[in-house]
C-alpha cells in the first residue's frame, strides 16, 4: 500500500513540474511596441530634465534636452554638471585624477557614453535600446535618469 503511495505522489510530482514548466509563457508578441519611447505619445517640443539619479552623495547632475518633432526624438542634447567645481564633465576633466590610473579610464570611457548615448537614442527611438558603453555606466544611469525627468515633462 505505501508503495502505491509512492508511485501516486511521485507522479503527481512529476505532472505538477511538467505542467508548471509550460504556463510560463508570457505574451511577448510585440514587446518592442510596449517599450518604444516616442509610441507613448509625447508632445512636441523641447523638453529638459535633470537628474543625479541614485547618485546623491555626489555632485554630479545630468542635464538632458530632448526636441520631439512629429511624435520623433529630432535632437537630444546631453551633459554632465559638476556642481561642487561649477564646470562640465568632458574630455578634460580626468585631468582632476592625475596619477591615478583607474580614474583617468574611467573618466575617459564616462566620457565616451555622454558622447555616444544621445546619438544612440536620436537613432533607436527608445531610451530601452540604448546599451551603456562599456565602463561607462555611471554617465548612462545619469543619461537614462535625465532624459526620463525630460519626457515626464512631455507626455
Given at each position: ?132 558603453v562599456s565602463g561607462a555606466t555611471w554617465s548612462y544611469n545619469i543619461f537614462k535618469a535625465s532624459i526620463d525627468e525630460a519626457l515626464k515633462k512631455s507626455k
Amino acid at each position: 500500500m505505501n508503495r502505491k503511495v509512492f508511485y501516486v505522489i511521485i507522479t503527481f510530482i512529476v505532472i505538477l513540474i511538467a505542467g508548471s514548466s509550460f504556463s510560463r509563457e508570457t505574451n511577448h508578441k510585440y514587446p518592442e511596441i510596449l517599450i518604444q519611447d516616442t509610441l507613448k505619445k509625447y508632445s512636441d517640443g523641447i523638453f529638459e530634465g535633470k537628474s543625479r539619479p541614485f547618485y546623491t552623495d555626489e555632485p554630479y547632475w545630468g542635464i538632458a534636452t530632448i526636441t520631439i518633432r512629429n511624435g520623433s526624438f529630432s535632437e537630444i542634447r546631453f551633459i554632465i554638471r559638476d556642481s561642487s567645481l561649477h564646470e562640465a564633465f568632458d574630455e578634460k576633466y580626468e585631468r582632476h585624477f592625475e596619477g591615478n590610473e583607474v580614474y583617468i579610464q574611467q573618466s575617459r570611457n564616462d566620457w565616451k557614453g555622454v558622447q555616444t548615448y544621445p546619438r544612440k537614442l536620436a537613432e533607436t527611438q527608445d531610451i530601452g535600446k540604448v546599451d551603456a558603453v562599456s565602463g561607462a555606466t555611471w554617465s548612462y544611469n545619469i543619461f537614462k535618469a535625465s532624459i526620463d525627468e525630460a519626457l515626464k515633462k512631455s507626455k
